[in-house]
């Protein structure tokens, strides 16, 4: 936080003239001249009754929301002060002769006592009211930045005074000087323009440019497989079964309950011999009949 008495009460004493709206003449500080100007011939005054503090949000952006801020004063003397009158408001810090005024693009309202806000006018006034010794009273406040401050060299500050009716005693004589004692305060904030934010380009998958020549694409020959020679076993001769030569087999065992006989099956011991002597007579007929084909001759 930063202090400048010199800035501050210059600033203090333009809005002092202007008194708060709801104190008496015996007591309203604005229709006193500042402590400070009545002692610069001996630049000793220095008051160390009242405090001041004031804090805002250090960025502010421009057309943005309502950003919370504090203010506070303290009354450290041993006297009790019977109005103490507090003004905020913005100011810029720089060497324009004609600097913009802050209260066009910085707009302050302050809370009240139903919990609603009111907006500062031109005063800045927020309170005027007693303030006894060892109080402090705290004033909520909110700012937001309405428009694009001119490029101006030079800083943005935000400004808190109290001022209560003192007395100026000067040294060598003595006299006393009714004046108005000022404890000024400040903070810095900065005020940026809304970023600008451009949509994120959706990738894109870029198209082939069409070549002016066409180019014939040839398809690779596909690979040509050698047949591998797999050596075949020497394949086995099935052996074939005659009909003359039977396989001899083991004696088939009559199942139980059949009396050791087996169960018919259109054969029987018979079978094979009368087939042998039917082949016989077949052979002895063939003969036969050659051997009469012959004597005919």
Known sequence: MKYRPAVLAAAASAALLAGPPAASAAED??????????????????????????????????????????????????????????????????????????????????????GGWRELDETAWIDASPLKSGETRTYELRVRVVGNLPR?????????????????????????????????????????????????????????????????TTPAPKPTRTPTTTPSATPTPTPTSSATTPTPSAPAVPPPGTGGEMAGTGTSDATVPLAAAAGALALLGAGAVLLARRRRR
């Open 152 to 216: 101006t060299p030079g800083g943005s500050e935000y400004a808190l005074t109290g001022a209560f009716a003192d007395v100026y005693r000067f040294p060598d004589t003595g006299k006393e000087v009714p004046c108005t004692g000022v404890a000024p305060a400040n903070d810095t904030f900065r005020i940026e323009r809304p970023a600008t934010t451009s949509p994120t380009p959706r990738p894109t998958t870029p198209r082939p440019t069409p070549s002016a020549t066409p180019t014939t």
């Open 29 to 114: 500080p604005g229709a006193l001249p500042t402590c400070t100007d009545v002692s610069t011939s001996y630049g000793d005054y220095e008051q160390d009754e009242l405090t001041a503090s004031v804090d805002v949000a250090p960025v502010l952006v421009a057309g943005g929301d309502w950003q919370p801020a504090r203010a506070s004063v303290t009354n450290v003397g041993e006297r009790d002060l019977p109005v103490v009158v507090v003004r905020a408001y913005p100011w810029l810090q720089t060497g324009e002769p004609d600097p913009p005024d802050m209260r066009d693009y910085v707009k302050t309202e302050t809370r009240t006592a139903d």
